[in-house]
């Protein structure tokens, strides 16, 4: 049985990629931080 991935919301997108572009935190720890968006398997 095929399992669907959880897709991150623009909204969330939209964050991450704001505050990566801030550049105050490596890539690292705003994963750590977003981790909704890439949940531990």
């Known amino acids: 049985m095929k399992q669907n991935r959880k ?3 623009p909204s ?4 991450a990629s704001l505050e990566a572009l ?3 935190e ?3 720890e705003l994963a750590n931080r977003f981790e ?4 531990p398997s």
């Open 22 to 24: 801030k550049g105050e």
């Open 26 to 28: 490596t890539i690292l």
């Open 12 to 15: 969330l997108k939209a964050r």
């Open 7 to 9: 897709q991150p919301s």
């Open 36 to 39: 909704e968006a890439h949940p």
